[in-house]
């Protein structure tokens, strides 16, 4: 099987599906000949990494590939559907990546409890002068134990993220009709195991119950969150968005904290990615980061050896 490692591939990994019997071409090839040179040279597995920009319009026309390989560390969910609807096998490190991106749900869940995103802001600029006036302004964060996190969709990054809100004392619930029950261990690594066990529940329910809301949905789904949520949310606090571009409607979210009806929102996918809207990027009560959640030290490591495992299962 040939496979074009388009951004390249570490030498190990390479030797490793080489024995196997895989044909490794490490050719970096421009985005406008992908389609042409792929067909030409017999390509059966395309390998990327961030460098290599895909679209709709270029996977239309790459049918002939049995497989496309995601080795980095971004995430594009829309991509990948529109990948598998073409009959196109997907294979990216979603084991690698599903803890950083419940830690970093839970990095902008404290920071936004705890208003520490607008304290980072005000610290620097009047600490010195304003010390005892912020520390009255920030004095009015909130806990999160004994409040309930309404979990959309129930990916890894989801079941991980649970297992967590259920450690800090927490109430979990999720929707998910593809996922109607989950049973499943986490073994932490104190040797401690910790069992999971929920059952999906309508998303009119988990908008009635929950204090935060983060998106963790199998599929690209374009505005689950958005003013008919917000309308049916009596309880909400926050809203976290670590999934993907367009999960919530940021018009809707926006309205939503200027009203003062919800306390913050965290934000790691953009509507206008890589440009997010400048109404989002000044907004004081929003935790924001650069869509970094799925990129630790870790999990760039971690990714290789997980595709390497899922390239060579192709062979069955």
Known sequence: MRVLANDG??????????????EIKEV??????????TKKNDIEVLLVQQGTLLNKTMIDELKHLKAIVFAGVVVNLELIDHIKSNG??????????????????LAHLFSGTR???????????????MFKSLQQSYSSGIE??????????????GQFLAQKALGLGMHVVYTDNSTPKIKTEFELPNGIV????????????????????????KYFQR?????????????????IN??????????????????????????????????????????????????????????????????????KDLLN
């Open 88 to 105: 196109i096998t997907v294979i990216w490190a979603e084991e690698s990546l599903a803890n950083a991106t419940a830690e970093m749900v």
């Open 194 to 217: 910790f069992p999971v066990a929920m059952e999906s529940i309508a998303m009119e329910e988990l908008l009635e119950q929950a204090h935060f809301i983060s998106v963790h949905t």
């Open 242 to 311: 670590c999934a993907y571009p367009e999960a919530i409607n940021e018009v809707d979210l926006v309205d939503e904290v200027n009203k003062e009806t919800i306390l913050f929102a965290g934000l790691d996918r953009f509507e206008e990615e890589p440009h997010p809207v400048i109404q989002v990027l000044m907004q004081p009560a929003f935790s924001l980061s650069p869509n970094i959640a799925t990129a630790t030290h870790e999990s760039q490591h971690a990714v290789w050896s997980e595709i390497t495992v899922k390239i």
């Open 144 to 157: 999160v134990s004994g409040k309930t996190l309404g979990i959309i969709g129930m990916n890894l990054a």
């Open 9 to 22: 591939i570490p030498e190990n990994n390479k030797q490793a599906l080489e024995s196997l019997g895989f």
């Open 28 to 37: 970096r090839v421009a985005h406008e000949q992908l389609v042409a040179y």
């Open 223 to 239: 505005y689950i969150v958005n003013k008919e949520s917000f309308e049916k949310a009596e309880n909400l606090i926050g809203v």
């Open 115 to 129: 208003l520490l995103q607008e304290a980072n802001r005000n610290m620097p600029l009047e600490g010195d002068t």
